[in-house]
T-cell receptor, first 114, second 114 residues
Framework: KNQVEQSPQSLIILEGKNCTLQCNYTVSPFSNLRWYKQDTGRGPVSLTIMTFSENTKSNGRYTATLDADTKQSSLHITASQLSDSASYICVVTLTTSGTYKYIFGTGTRLKVLA | GAGVSQSPSNKVTEKGKDVELRCDPISGHTALYWYRQRLGQGLEFLIYFQGNSAPDKSGLPSDRFSAERTGESVSTLTIQRTQQEDSAVYLC????????????FGNGTRLTVT
């Protein structure tokens, strides 16, 4: 069964601290993995995409990793800011017969405190 | 440029009434998706439109749900005889062609059925 599991479900950290969010997937055939940030009351916004051949990619203070062998990804946030408070959603794309299907994780809710 | 626009942003309706939700995708985006997000849960796929192809309706939870899209423009999601369990945020997303293109989400319609 195609599934995406994220951990932890929720996380509280102090401003300025780092954190790492985890994503494990059992999706086949794998096309890519994307991390989205969803602020309260808003739609998700793409942070970064990882394709099969990529191991790590950075976007500002966000660094994503992908281990295609163990089917795991992580999102590391450096020097957290209050504006990082949001839900972070891991989404895996699978491609079948030329169409794309997205398997969503349930997200990690991050709260950054001053 | 303009993003994905959804209306209304909030809708309160009585049980048994019909509701219509609207999505204006980004111009030129051939693919359009509807998702449902219940409080504290992940995104649940409802329906997918790709150009003039027949839509993928495999995620619609019951025959009370239907959606239309004219060409590559506006889409409407209709829920007939609403039930309390239909209360959720309904998110629309559009995407341009290409397997690595991200989903661009609207801010959703928050539906409350009383």
């Amino acid at each position: 069964k195609n599934q995406v599991e994220q951990s932890p479900q929720s996380l509280i950290i102090l401003e300025g601290k780092n954190c790492t969010l985890q994503c494990n997937y059992t999706v086949s055939p794998f096309s890519n993995l994307r991390w989205y940030k969803q602020d309260t009351g808003r739609g998700p916004v793409s942070l970064t995409i990882m394709t099969f051949s990529e191991n790590t990619k950075s976007n500002g203070r966000y660094t994503a990793t992908l281990d295609a062998d163990t089917k795991q990804s992580s999102l590391h946030i450096t020097a957290s800011q209050l504006s990082d408070s949001a839900s972070y959603i891991c989404v895996v794309t699978l491609t079948t017969s030329g169409t794309y299907k997205y398997i969503f994780g349930t997200g990690t809710r991050l709260k950054v405190l001053a | 440029g303009a993003g994905v626009s959804q209306s209304p942003s909030n809708k309160v309706t009585e049980k048994g009434k019909d509701v219509e939700l609207r999505c204006d995708p980004i111009s030129g985006h051939t693919a359009l998706y509807w998702y449902r997000q219940r409080l504290g849960q992940g995104l649940e796929f409802l329906i997918y439109f790709q150009g003039n192809s027949a839509p993928d309706k495999s995620g619609l939870p019951s025959d009370r749900f239907s959606a239309e899209r004219t060409g590559e423009s506006v889409s409407t999601l209709t829920i007939q005889r609403t039930q309390q369990e239909d209360s959720a945020v309904y998110l629309c997303a559009s995407r341009e062609q290409g397997q690595n293109s991200p989903l661009h989400f609207g801010n959703g319609t928050r539906l409350t059925v009383t």
